[in-house]
């Protein structure tokens, strides 16, 4: 063989990987999507956590096909061309990982920090790697979501008429409010508005009919959402568009765009007035922003620089929780997760800094998009490709826009998409790649790269067989009633064993393309990350049964899957919340060694496995709402037990012992409980608690004490709507009367 047939194989080898990857990477960016979007599982106690799981998935094995590659081709991403469009990107990315470095807790928030890198590669692997006649596809598998997510938001609207219409178990989780296959009507109404302008766009390329349906059908949707700052963004997004498109491309309206101008800004100010309508309808929702955005500027002020890291809002946030919120939301165990303001949120996670450049990122992204389209009315470039780059630019204004008064682009359904639209952007604003090819040799695969191919296919297999096994686990106890429910379970099926068998598909292709070590072992750490991606799913099962257990009284069956949970996600300190309150609640203080319970060393008892997973919540989340009242709780318990030990005591050595214990654990009480009205100074079992506590202890100014401050309300607190109905509490009134009585026996005496 001749040295230049063998170059030509050698090259045509190398022309075959980049060829099949990028292909993979396109229609794995879209179908990605698609995943996202549509789909719903019930089984598990968060719904959405199958969206966050089909993230990690395939996010891990698309970052890790496109940078092993690259290294196998040795082909750099950023190149010099590339680098000042990519290092808006690449400064918000590292800015935001030195914030999080410096963070006080990183435990709670490592699963969202985790879901934003994957969302910063997520950009960077689009903006290297689109091309102009990638769009149609993308454009096309979003299209596919639509018509889907329409469809059904369709049917939950006719639901609304004709109850019985929509035939699936989840309908009516939000009354009348339409949220399709999201997990929230908001999260939904945030798809419509970025779909839209998308299929906007796709209407102005191809004039077909059938896109007009899909508009229309989206903007009833939208309605039914009820979601108020949706339908601004949306009214936006339409203003947004026009304005853009006739200042930067359609020259024969240059005469009237100063009235085209006025226009649109006319239908922003009357979208403005219709939202600021139908806000007043519910001013509670208004309120409750209100209440959360002044607490998140606290946060600003006391640590402006670094910021608090992301992910950590919700470990922070408690600490600063106006009361007026517990009132609004009639619950204790709620945390907030975001603000529901994306530059608050900016501001409160990575500091004034890290808002700005964030601001940054932003405006460059609209000002080249801008300015790209400007340039292209001038030249050859396709109009479609304009168009293309329109309606993009428009969907992530929308989403910004939304994202002032919403919290959808911090979730997997709309983060996903919020951050590849900011990649397509960039790939359709840079200038196009320089960067010859780096001339390739003839070499025969040398035998340790087949072993790693070998290695990287049985992974596959056996990880593969490994995740199958458990969603059988997870689907072999669900009790189908209807032929929906088994329709949905065989599409799961179909949608989890067709990402594995793409996805292995397109790791072992690539990496029997390539001839070099290095990427095929890299490949390798594909399918351990995919099972640990899946085993948190598993893990959001496990705590879904616990809840059902717990709702049936079966406190021990309870613990055994909370412990499940534990182990297979340790990021969610919820699931140790939850065992705690449940050790306390059976408090076998027998000592035995009990995995099932906790155990991994040592035998204890539920007091001590009590104690250790509410040491493990204040560890990474000291500002948990309930954490501190129900340790209170252990504590006033286990005094209880002990008086009434002592009362029974063989020997006065014994009695002084059990009355010590008790006397200890009630003083440990009060101080948990005390701490406690710090995060939350409105729970009224907290303050029945510390009034009881003072009637044992005969103390009848401290129980009063206790009994004026809840009804006096807390500090900050003036509405009468919130402070009015304390004085009417029952509860207080019965303790009151026994403060009263006790006080009449002791002045008879």
């Given at each position: ?12 080898v190398s ?169 929230n ?102 309120s ?25 809002f ?58 790209r ?26 989403m ?28 359709l ?15 025969p ?20 067989i490994l ?48 001839k ?46 909370f ?21 306390a ?77 008790a ?14 009205l ?72």
């Amino acid at each position: 063989m001749t040295k230049t047939t063998k170059k030509t194989l050698s090259n045509t080898v190398s022309s075959s990987l980049e060829t099949f990857t990028h292909r993979a990477l396109i229609h794995g960016l879209g179908l990605l999507g698609l995943l996202i979007t549509l789909c719903f599982f019930t089984a598990t106690y968060d719904s959405a956590q199958v969206k966050l799981t089909l993230l990690q998935m395939g996010a891990i094995t698309l970052i890790f096909l496109w940078g092993t590659v690259k290294m196998a081709l040795k082909k750099n991403p950023f190149t010099k061309e590339r680098l000042p469009f990519l290092l808006p990107v690449l400064i918000y990315i590292g800015w935001n990982l030195l914030c999080y470095t410096v963070a006080p807790y990183h435990l709670e928030a490592a699963e969202e920090f985790t879901r934003f890198m994957i969302y910063g590669a997520i950009t960077l692997l689009a903006a290297t790697e689109l091309k102009a006649e990638d769009l149609p596809i993308l454009t096309k598998y979003i299209i596919v979501a639509a018509w889907i997510s329409f469809l059904y938001a369709g049917l939950q609207v006719v639901n609304i008429f004709w109850p019985g219409a929509d035939p699936v178990n989840w309908h009516g989780f939000f009354t009348k409010r339409v949220f399709a296959t999201h997990a929230n009507p908001n999260f939904f109404a945030d798809f419509v508005v970025f779909s839209s302008c998308i299929i906007g766009a796709a209407f102005a390329i191809s004039r077909k009919k059938s896109l007009l349906v899909l508009l229309v059908l989206g903007a009833v949707c939208l309605f039914f959402t009820e979601s108020k700052g949706a339908w601004g963004a949306y009214a936006l997004a339409a203003a947004f568009a026009v304005f853009t498109y006739t200042n930067t491309q359609a020259l024969s309206f240059k005469k009237h765009l100063k009235k085209i101008n006025l226009a649109a800004l006319a239908g922003v100010l009357t979208a403005a007035l219709l939202v600021s309508y139908f806000t007043t309808k519910r001013f509670q929702s208004v309120s409750f922003r209100m209440h959360t955005w002044l607490a998140t500027v606290e946060m600003i002020k006391d640590s402006p620089i670094f910021g608090i890291g992301t992910g950590n809002f919700k470990v922070i946030y408690s600490a600063y929780k106006r009361p007026q919120i517990f009132y609004i939301e009639q619950a204790h165990n709620v945390e907030t997760q975001h603000p529901e303001n994306e530059l608050l949120e900016q501001a409160a996670v990575s500091g004034i800094l890290g808002l700005a450049i964030f601001l940054w990122l932003v405006g460059f992204l609209l000002y080249a998009a801008w300015k790209r389209l400007k340039e292209m009315s001038s030249s050859a470039t396709s109009p479609d490709v304009r168009l293309y780059l329109l309606g993009y630019t428009t969907a992530f204004a929308a989403m910004f826009i939304h994202s002032l008064v919403d919290v959808s682009i911090r979730f997997t359904s709309s983060g996903f998409f919020f951050a590849l639209f900011m990649g397509m952007i960039l790939a359709l604003v840079m200038p196009v790649s320089t960067q010859k090819d780096i001339p390739h040799t003839e070499t025969p695969t040398p035998w340790y790269a087949h072993l790693c191919q070998f290695v990287l296919a049985g992974l596959w297999l056996t990880v593969a067989i490994l995740i199958i096994l458990q969603f059988r686990e997870i689907t072999a106890p669900l009790v189908l009633h209807t032929w929906s429910e088994i329709v949905l379970l065989g599409i799961s099926w179909l949608v989890l064993c067709g990402a594995l068998l793409g996805a292995g598909y397109i790791s072992i292709r690539s990496a029997c393309l390539m001839k070099h070590v290095l990427p095929i072992c890299l490949l390798c750490l594909v399918p351990p990350l995919l099972y640990g991606s899946f085993t948190m799913f598993r893990a959001n099962h496990y705590y879904s049964l616990a809840i059902t257990f717990t709702q049936l009284r079966k406190n021990d069956g309870a613990i055994i899957y909370f412990t499940r949970a534990i182990q297979g996600n340790p990021f969610q300190v919820e699931y140790r919340q939850f065992r705690a309150n449940l050790l306390a609640a059976t408090l076998q203080l027998t000592q035995t060694f009990a995995p099932n319970r906790g155990d991994t060393k040592t035998a204890s008892n539920d007091f001590e496995r009590a104690l250790r997973d509410f040491e493990a919540v204040e560890k990474a989340s000291p500002n948990h709402p309930l954490l501190h009242h129900n340790r209170g709780q252990l504590y006033y318990v286990m005094a209880l037990r002990r008086s009434d030990e002592a009362t029974h005591a063989r020997n006065d050595g014994e009695y002084n012992w059990l009355k010590t214990e008790a006397l200890s654990y009630m003083a440990q009480a009060k101080k948990s409980f005390q701490r406690a009205l710090k995060s939350d100074p409105v729970n009224e079992e907290t303050y029945a608690f510390l009034i009881q506590i003072g009637l044992l202890e005969n103390n009848l100014d401290e129980a009063q004490t206790w009994i004026d401050r809840y009804y006096q309300g807390p500090d900050g607190v003036t509405e009468s709507e919130f402070l009015d109905p304390l004085k009417q509490n029952p509860r207080m009134q019965l303790l009151q009367q026994q403060i009263i009585a006790r006080r009449a026996q002791g002045s008879n005496r």
